[in-house]
């Protein structure tokens, strides 16, 4: 069963995938994606969320594809290397000298709760970011990858699937007060 | 809290020497803090580390704040604010001022916990800083935020402050 499960929703991904790509205009910097036809952008509103389920679906799938997506850096690692399923490897990432800092040895954290506590300052930033950035640091510093950028569906499917990892976990943004 | 990761990095030090003397790596690997923080050879200290962290998290609350309240986001006179008055719902409708057609506004509280989510004006799954930027275009007539900049992450960090204590929902379908 497990067998067929896999190349059925990577050829179920790839359908999914291809049919975002052709709503996406990569021309938009900022992932505006509301469109500038008043009429239709009347139309979409009142649609309302007619499709916000399978939409959302389609997003969580194509999500977790890319965390077990060794294609995302080049040192042949996924997310799930150091996270499988979402909780700790339990070992240590290492990566070499990137972004003025490093090289790094990290123990792994278990991504469970982690999306609550974004956005939150991290040292390679040196700056309050959000889990979209902090998934690029991943790709960049252990994977040896280039980040996607914030606009893009890819980036937006792979913090969709990073958060579902935190589903039921309590919200906790620091307002720096507190730690 | 500092005794724990003093201690924690102490452990961590100790470790990674172990671990840096049987590769021959010498002092090149640096020890770690908090299990998610970084401590360089530059004199990046636990102290150091989490004084910074807590100045930048007040700065960035402290500007998302500002934000919240800034009219200049837009070019209608409207703010954040003007709709969310402290993240609640400040009346019943808004109006798109595209369209000029009216929509229910919705409190902030606990809405950061079900982004990213499916957005009905972008026909998409979005995140919240898009969403942010949904408003101060449809309700504000401004121009959106760039998504990789610091007021687009201080302002989603005080906007998701309003959702402190909700649980996590996000692609349950909402």
Known sequence: MKRYLIPTAAVAVLLVGCGMHSRYNPGDQYGDRVTTDKKALAANLQSGGGSATAEEAKFLAWGKDLFNNTDLGKNGQSCNSCHPGGASSGGEARIPKKMGHGPYALPIPSLVGASSRFPKYKVPNGKVISLQQMDNNCIRMFMNGKRLPLDSPESIALAAYVTSLSKGEDIDISSGSKR | ?174
């Open chain 2, 1 to 174: 809290m500092f005794g724990s990761g003093l201690l924690l990095v102490t452990f961590s030090l100790s470790a990674c020497g172990m671990m840096a003397g049987m590769m021959g790596m010498g002092d090149k690997w640096h020890a770690m803090l908090n299990m998610d923080e970084v401590m360089d050879e530059e004199g990046m200290n636990v102290q150091k580390i989490m004084a910074k962290r807590t100045e930048e998290e007040q700065k960035a609350f402290a500007r998302g704040r500002d934000l919240f309240n800034d009219v200049s986001l837009g070019k209608n006179g409207q703010s954040c604010n003007s709709c969310h008055a402290g993240g609640g719902a400040s009346s019943a409708s808004a109006k798109v001022v595209a369209t000029g057609m009216t929509r229910q506004i919705a409190s902030l509280k606990g809405a950061a916990a079900r982004y990213p989510k499916y957005d009905p004006a972008s026909h998409s799954v979005i995140t919240l800083k898009m969403r942010d930027n949904n408003c101060i275009r449809l309700y504000m007539d401004g121009s959106p935020l760039a998504l990789d900049g610091w007021d687009s992450s201080s302002l989603e960090q005080y906007v998701k402050s309003f959702s402190n204590g909700s649980q996590v929902a996000a692609g349950s379908g909402r």
